[in-house]
Nanobody, 124 residues
Framework: QVQLVESGGGLVQAGGSLRLSCAAS????????MGWFRQGPGKERGFVAA????????WYANSVKGRFTISRDNANNTVYLQMNSLRPEDTAVYYC?????????????????WGQGTQVTVSS
């Protein structure tokens, strides 16, 4: 069993930055790939970024590529999402999740164990 707790969300002006954290408990964290997803108002939950078990490989949605950076610290069981050059369309609840399998990095169905989410609001 893995428990995930996201933090770091808030209200920021367009062009600003935020750093989200996801603290994990459980023995499987350091051997598991992790992902960040987001769900905006009236939208389905969508892929943002993912990182493999040791941080050597990362994947990003086209909409955030070049602006967001995912990283992880296995010694502290934490995964991060650094978000720069934020836009109003980035407004959403952001969730971290543990990848459980499957062939794609961007499918919600390939992730188990979700956190409760943290709200990010970007004002124009």
């Amino acid at each position: 069993q893995v428990q995930l707790v996201e933090s770091g969300g808030g209200l920021v002006q367009a062009g600003g930055s935020l750093r989200l954290s996801c603290a994990a408990s459980g023995r499987t964290f350091s051997s598991s790939a992790m992902g960040w997803f987001r769900q905006g108002p009236g939208k389905e939950r969508g892929f943002v970024a993912a990182v493999n078990w040791n941080g050597a490989n990362t994947w990003y949605a086209n909409s955030v590529k070049g602006r967001f950076t995912i990283s992880r610290d296995n010694a502290n069981n934490t995964v991060y999402l650094q978000m720069n050059s934020l836009r109003p369309e980035d407004t959403a609840v952001y969730y971290c999740a543990v990848r459980s399998g499957g062939s794609t990095w961007y499918s919600v169905e390939n992730y188990a164990y979700w956190g409760q989410g943290t709200q990010v609001t970007v004002s124009s």
